[in-house]
């Protein structure tokens, strides 16, 4: 399939080139060809692309039963960052060799769109902030996508399944803490845990946006970081962690991503792994030279105009 999008820039090859999130439209795009190329049935793509357009009423406040999303870090645009890696680390894993079903690859797309839906409060919740859910999201986001999906009549085990892949997006819990249904879905369930990660931290805004997932944080009581300076000079760590749990528990799935890059868009060049390499950079730049002042350097999409 060639028809996979790099757009013009003058700017150095990005990830935003391939699927620019703040246009949710192109991203809709590139997941349904994502789909295509995965091989999912018509019916099976056509109701992927239903849950999405479900889940994005949802973080837009148009879904019934529930508030818009309020949490500025894990919002749509998150949601959007997963679900393409997923897609992309699963079409890399299969271009490789590897067989997966059409239907457990199906089940994978809702999974990522549904993993951090616990974050919406319900309309009755006495509650200031989502954020108020960020140690119970994982467990929320489950019961969210085991009430979505029974109520439209999937099948126990494809929910059972879906949950299980949820399930693994919560740090604490290892691959060995879950009875999975089967091993492809435990390694779907890797891929998905493996996006959550490189999503949010190859994004060209993951920094600008940290600011708000110390909010979210305060808000959560999650008593971690005293400061945003803080948690940024703590994620120089948590990349650390990130790649301990990549390559360990998660297998080292995202490690056959170039085969991605170079079959969808000629590129000779594992973009996830270029982005998060360079907010690490820029971050340890930051923190170094301009202690104390990095919302002076943090600009992209006049993120920290909203705090």
Known sequence: MNDFIIKESPYPIQLARLADTRDIGECRSVFAKLSEVLELAPVQAE????????????YEGRFKGYKACDTEYHDFRHVLDVVLAALRIADSLMLDGEKFSKNNIFLLSLAALFHDTGYIPETDDPVENGAVYTSTHVRRSMVFAEKYMSERGYSKDDIEKTKQMILLTDLSVKPDDIEFSDPETEELAKILASADLIGQTADRIYLEKLLFLYREFETGHIPFYSSEEELLSKTIGFFDIIEKRLSNELDGLTGKLLLHFQKRYGINEDLYRKGMSNN???????LAEHPGRHREFLKRDNMTGKL
């Open 280 to 286: 690490l950079k820029y971050l340890k730049k930051i």
């Open 47 to 58: 109701k992927s692309l239903e849950v999405f357009d479900d889940i994005r009423a949802l």
